[in-house]
């Protein structure tokens, strides 16, 4: 398994049991609410070490209620899986996993939310 894929699946499997559904591929015609994890980006490190890899995992939250307040509750939710924490990967051991990036905003409805983040994961490989 590549480190990208390592940490997508790490990321997800955090997120299991999450009140919302959690999703790579969301199916057709889904209704929110629900988490995606959309990108992985691989950002190697190095200069500090040669089996060290630093992947930012970007995920975004999608909800049909009115207001921030279900958008919110899914970001804190998903803020104390992985602020933090070790994740056991497939692919190697997690040193680090810290949330860099949450944000809530309108939609372009005017009523729902939706949020964002980025989660970086640190691989020891």
Do not use: C
Request: proline share 5%; charged share 25%.
């Amino acid at each position: 398994m590549s480190v990208l894929a390592a940490a997508r699946k790490g990321v997800q499997d955090a997120l299991a049991g999450l009140s919302v559904p959690v999703y790579a591929h969301p199916p057709q015609d889904f209704k929110p609410p629900f988490v995606t994890i959309d990108r992985a980006l691989l950002n190697p490190d190095d200069n500090i070490a040669e089996k060290i890899s630093r992947v930012r995992v970007t995920f975004s939250v999608f909800s049909e209620a009115r207001g921030a307040r279900q958008v919110e509750e899914v970001l804190d939710e998903i803020y104390a899986r992985l602020h933090d924490v070790d994740l056991a990967l497939d692919d190697g051991t997690t040193v680090m996993s810290k949330i860099e990036f949450l944000d809530a905003v309108r939609d372009q409805d005017g009523v729902t939310y939706v949020g964002s983040g980025i989660v970086a994961v640190t691989v020891w490989h």
